[in-house]
């Protein structure tokens, strides 16, 4: 199956700074990703969906100065979590999805390792 | 009500066992996925099914359109098995994965 990758896997920053997240599709052209976080021993809650050359449409309560996607090319997205705090400390998750054969979109969306990331 | 239902919640079994999670959906999906996820929090796509019956090594997945249910199944379980396995349904109408809450599995040695 189409693989997708993150990095990093972890990353540990400090209260206040920011830390880019990097989703990519390795065999296959990503015009949609998706981020989820997920906090302990809880679901996958989907932050924000990107389609590739436009903004991303967040899910409510998740806020887009705060958390910022780019979605530049068919095989990168990336996620910034801007002035980072202790509770931003979460496991962050991509997916991505290309187009049928026909041109549409895909139903078939391919997950991301995920990336931990812990603010101290 | 979570629109996609996992059972059992946990599960422990002894090595070689045979294992059954189950998945239950309210909702229209045209695609089912089963993840796993390891206790470092990795995630692993196992299956992407819509219909019928998938095979991979001793991972078997099986969705019931109608009935709006899927199973997992793990043949001759191992303790590396021991994972949180979640389903997730794509949910046309809206175009979200709806997720389960997952079913915590340790196989005991």
């Known amino acids: 199956g189409a693989v997708v990758s993150q990095h990093p896997s972890r990353v540990i920053c400090k209260s206040g700074t920011s830390v880019k997240i990097e989703c990519r599709s390795l065999?296959?052209?990503?015009?949609?990703m998706f981020w989820y976080r997920q906090f302990p021993k809880q679901s996958l809650m989907l932050m924000a969906t990107s389609n590739e050359g436009s903004k991303a449409t967040y899910e409510q309560g998740v806020e887009k100065d705060k958390f910022l996607i780019n979605h530049a090319s068919l095989t990168l997205s990336t996620l910034t979590v801007t002035s980072a705090h202790p509770e931003d400390s979460s496991f962050y998750i991509c997916s991505a999805r290309g187009l049928t054969s026909g041109g549409t979109s895909s139903y078939e969306q391919y997950f991301g390792p995920g990336t931990r990331l812990t603010v101290t | 009500k979570n629109e996609v239902e996992q059972s059992p919640q946990n599960l422990t079994a002894q090595e070689g066992e045979f294992i059954t999670i189950n998945c239950s959906y309210s909702?229209?999906?045209?695609?089912l996925h089963w993840l796993q996820q390891h206790p470092g929090g990795g995630i692993v796509s196992l299956f992407m099914?819509?219909?019928g019956k998938k095979k991979h090594g001793r991972l078997i997945a099986t969705i019931n359109i109608q009935e709006k249910h899927s199973s997992l199944h793990i043949t001759a379980s191992h303790p590396r098995d021991s994972a949180v396995y979640i389903c997730a349904g794509y949910v046309t109408r809206d175009d979200k994965i709806i997720f389960g809450k997952g079913t915590r599995l340790h196989i005991l040695p």
């Open positions: 065999d296959f052209q990503a015009t949609t």
């Open positions: 909702v229209g999906i045209s695609a």
């Open positions: 099914l819509s219909s």
